[in-house]
């Protein structure tokens, strides 16, 4: 298990059965644990989610799949110290349909 900090200064953990989700469904990602902790802790945007969770959005200029994507790491803040991540892939855009929830 490896964890960052959150923008609200959450320790958000990624277990290694989240990395195995994540790699299973978004195949693209398994070299990018790097990434995927990256953006919670230092996001362009963070959305809420439809059940409490957060999602976390960062531009990468050169990805595994091609150039210019964002990546989505969705994760959830259980208390005032801690949370998990529950999946992340990369975008093509940004569905600001959402709240936005933080923005610098």
């Known amino acids: 298990m490896i964890s960052v900090n959150s923008k609200n200064n959450r320790l958000i953990r990624l277990t290694d059965e989240r990395i195995k989700h994540i790699t299973e469904n978004h195949p693209e990602m398994k070299d990018c ?3 995927i902790l990256e953006t919670p802790g230092q996001p ?10 957060l999602i976390a959005i960062r531009q990468y200029a050169k990805t595994p799949v091609t150039t210019e994507k964002y990546l989505t790491v ?3 803040e259980t208390s005032e110290l801690d949370g998990f991540i529950l999946t992340a892939y990369f975008s093509r855009n940004i569905n600001l349909k959402r709240k936005i929830v933080w923005k610098p």
Do not use: A, N, R
């Not at 362009?44 to 989610?49: K, M, V």
């Open 74 to 76: 969705v994760y959830k």
């Open 44 to 53: 362009e945007l963070i959305l809420s989610g439809d059940f409490g969770e």
């Open 33 to 35: 644990t790097g990434w």
